[in-house]
């Protein structure tokens, strides 16, 4: 039996999502942000919401239609060719593992400074334990994270809600590119709910959990981010906010609550724990669904007869991840990770403009708009980002041809 097990239901789904979404980008983007968006930084936030809705809608159509692990790289392997799933599962895999190692070296920064790269490798190591147990116990995992990181944003919210409001800069406008550059930092914040899709072949009714898991936790994370965006504006002005390098530990000081200010920095590392989790589920599930077409290794699609995961993937990509934190810092490196997402989902719009009105299809103008958004906000991205991007992508795409002229030989 080479199949994932169904063991995870719809609370466990949306927790799953909202553990990437609500993860260490909270506590990290909105310094850049601010310093691309200036004063136009709830614009870009509000960009960077409908993009990732219309990028739902699509997804979770898909998902009901193709429950089986993969997520995008399945879609678009069924829906536009073979290539084109190829690619938005190769920017997903190298795009996102660079990002699990940031998230690695995010931990050891905020958990013992000074020692990252040794907290960096345990951590990895834990999670990657966590998820060879099961899916059940990464689910369990998300949930006690995502449960105390909401709690210390909610601290963060209302002290910078209540707080002292007289330390506010202004910061001056970029423009139009400034925002939507923004919008492009912004929208990985909420790209997590890839990772609800990716799980398809173990939530159980994924027809009609797969969908509302991804709407609720989409939702749930909007509501976050915009609470924060303002208590952040209100406390620091977005001066201050572009010029911090922890912003939310900054709001709660600054708002005159500084005893808090290691809450801040312990929820911190547990959300980057939290997102570091949730992104070894998506990484290896697509690694298997690759796997099986042989894209990759046919070894990584081994699934253990007992706990119902890809264990080998789950141990090669834990592997690579902690080589990589412990070798390379990441965490001012991987700008093409973003672009590399957006391509993801690119394709994933691509697809969902495919289906039919008896497949559900969603409402027109969706995929459209999430295409041109993907398109526009990806290249909106700093241009080394955008070179390293379409430079990664290249390599993909001159594997896939090599292997498919030696296949036809």
Not at 320 to 334: E, K, M, P, Q, S
Request: glycine content about 12%; overall charge positive.
């Amino acid at each position: 039996m080479n199949e994932l097990g169904r063991r995870l239901g719809l609370a466990d789904a949306v927790v799953v999502g909202l553990g990437a979404m609500v993860g260490a980008g909270i506590f990290a983007a909105f310094g850049p942000a601010a310093a691309a968006a200036g004063s136009w930084l709830l614009l870009a936030l509000a960009l960077a919401a409908l993009l990732a809705y219309c990028n739902a809608i699509s997804s979770a159509r898909l998902a009901a239609l193709y429950p089986v692990s993969g997520g995008t790289y399945v879609y678009g392997r069924e829906r536009l060719g073979a290539f084109w799933g190829y690619i938005a599962g190769w920017g997903f895999v190298v795009g996102k593992t660079a990002s699990c190692a940031a998230m690695a070296l995010t931990v050891g920064a905020y958990a013992w400074p000074g020692h990252e790269r040794l907290i960096a490798v345990a951590v990895v190591v834990a999670v990657t334990l966590v998820n060879y147990l099961g899916v059940e116990k990464s689910a369990l995992a998300s949930r006690v994270i995502v449960g105390i990181v909401l709690a210390v944003l909610l601290v963060v919210a209302v002290t910078g809600l209540t707080g002292d409001h007289a330390n506010a800069s202004t910061a001056t406008s970029t423009g139009p590119y400034g925002v939507l550059q923004a919008a492009g930092l912004l929208f990985f914040a909420f790209a997590g709910y890839a990772r609800i899709a990716t799980l398809g072949e173990e939530v159980r009714e994924p027809a009609r959990t797969i969908p509302r898991a991804i709407m609720v936790a989409l939702v749930i994370a909007l509501g976050v981010y915009t609470l924060v965006a303002v208590a952040a504006l209100l406390t620091l002005g977005a001066g201050g906010l572009a010029n911090a390098t922890d912003p939310l530990a900054r709001v709660v000081e600054a708002a005159g609550f500084p005893g808090l200010t290691p809450v801040v920095r312990v929820g911190a590392a547990l959300a980057a724990t939290g997102s570091l989790l949730a992104l070894v589920l998506g990484v290896s599930r697509t690694t298997l669904a690759m796997s099986r077409d042989g894209h990759l290794p046919k070894t990584l699609a081994a699934i253990h007869p007992r706990y119902r995961v890809p264990h080998h993937a789950e141990l090669a990509v834990g592997v690579i991840v902690a080589i990589a934190a412990a070798t390379v810092d990441l965490r001012g490196a991987i700008g093409f990770s973003s672009f590399a997402v957006l391509t993801y989902y690119l394709v994933a719009n691509l697809s969902a403009a495919t289906l039919t009105q008896a497949e559900n299809r969603p409402p027109r103008w969706v995929p459209v708009v999430g295409a041109i958004g993907c398109v526009v906000v990806g290249f909106a991205l700093p241009l080394t980002s955008v070179l390293a991007g379409l430079a990664v992508l290249g390599v993909g795409a001159v594997a896939y041809f090599v292997r498919q002229h030696r296949l036809g030989d």
